[in-house]
């Protein structure tokens, strides 16, 4: 059951004055104590750079970042990777993941699994050709990486949703499995609290975002507004021991997305709060 906008607006004026009665200094995040993680997926700055998406970061209070590499290139030398690194850290940011990153050859991927090497993460995001995943396989082997694939809906045939990427990748090495972006497989027409339930053994990364149809022409918009079912989506997080990270990846208004983002983070995390027992 979603919920409306008064329940959800009286639900959080009640936390924010048991807050302000209670809890003097700072708040805490609302998935402080949870399992999971809240994050946001580097491409939602795709239109800004590394300093615009920290500062934002800041001061939503989001600590971890899906690195993309128009933020960090993938030639970078190892003295830009620890200069990149110090300014995360100086914003209380962690890159934890690097991707997307499309692979349609061996080589691509050998370059995608050395670079997560060198930036010093332990989880790819990536999207390889099919053909490739006997290689992917090998090479998860020999870094010990876990490998997310993303799926993309009905907008490609790669990877549409989280039963294609299961069917792909469950007689393979447990460390690869999915990045459940929970829009495309809406878009798709699948459900992804149940595609969570059925598949959590190999979600390994969450991308959040709301939209609008279970259909290719359901388009991404803030958190909340859409047909995706939060509490229900949340309550199955937690359900499942889902220990990773959950980031917005938001694509509304990409030249001016902030006020999207901040209602969307500030959404999600009011489901998080509200759904506590």
């Known amino acids: 059951m979603k919920l409306t906008a008064l329940t959800f607006m009286l639900a959080v004026t009640v936390m924010v004055c048991n807050a302000q009665e209670t809890r003097p200094g700072p708040q805490p995040?609302?998935?402080?104590?949870e399992q999971f993680k809240v994050g946001i997926a580097g491409f939602t700055f795709v239109k800004f750079d590394l300093d615009k998406t920290l500062e934002t970061m800041k001061a939503l209070d989001v600590h971890y970042l899906c690195i993309k590499d128009f933020h960090l290139p993938m030639a970078s030398t190892d003295a830009e990777i620890t200069a990149?690194?110090?300014k995360l850290k100086a914003h209380e940011v962690k890159g934890y993941a690097v991707g997307p990153?499309?692979?349609?050859?061996e080589a691509?991927?050998?370059?995608a699994f050395e670079y997560a090497k060198r930036v010093g993460v332990k989880l790819i995001v990536g999207v390889p050709n099919v053909e490739l995943l006997?290689?992917?396989d090998k090479k998860v082997k020999e870094y010990d990486f876990k490998f997310a694939i993303h799926l993309h809906g009905p907008d490609i045939k790669l990877f549409p949703d989280a039963e294609d990427v299961w069917n792909h990748t469950k007689d393979l090495d447990p460390r690869?499995?999915?990045?459940?972006?929970i829009g495309h497989d809406t878009r798709n027409g699948k459900d992804p609290v149940a595609d969570l339930e059925k598949y959590h053994t190999r979600v390994f990364d969450m991308h959040i975002k709301d939209v609008t149809a279970p259909t290719k022409l359901g388009y991404s918009l803030e958190?909340?507004?859409?047909i995706i079912d939060f509490p229900a989506m949340v309550r199955m997080i937690r359900k499942v021991g889902y220990t990773g990270v959950c980031s917005l990846e938001?694509?509304?208004n990409q030249n001016n997305p902030f006020m999207g983002i901040a209602e969307s983070i500030g959404y999600f995390r009011g489901v998080i709060e509200t759904t506590k027992e």
């Open 134 to 136: 006997p290689y992917v």
């Open 176 to 181: 690869i499995g999915m990045c459940l972006d």
């Open 84 to 86: 990149f690194h110090e």
């Open 101 to 105: 990153i499309y692979m349609k050859t």
């Open 29 to 33: 995040a609302p998935e402080t104590g």
């Open 223 to 226: 958190v909340g507004r859409g």
């Open 108 to 111: 691509e991927v050998d370059r």
């Open 250 to 252: 938001h694509e509304r």
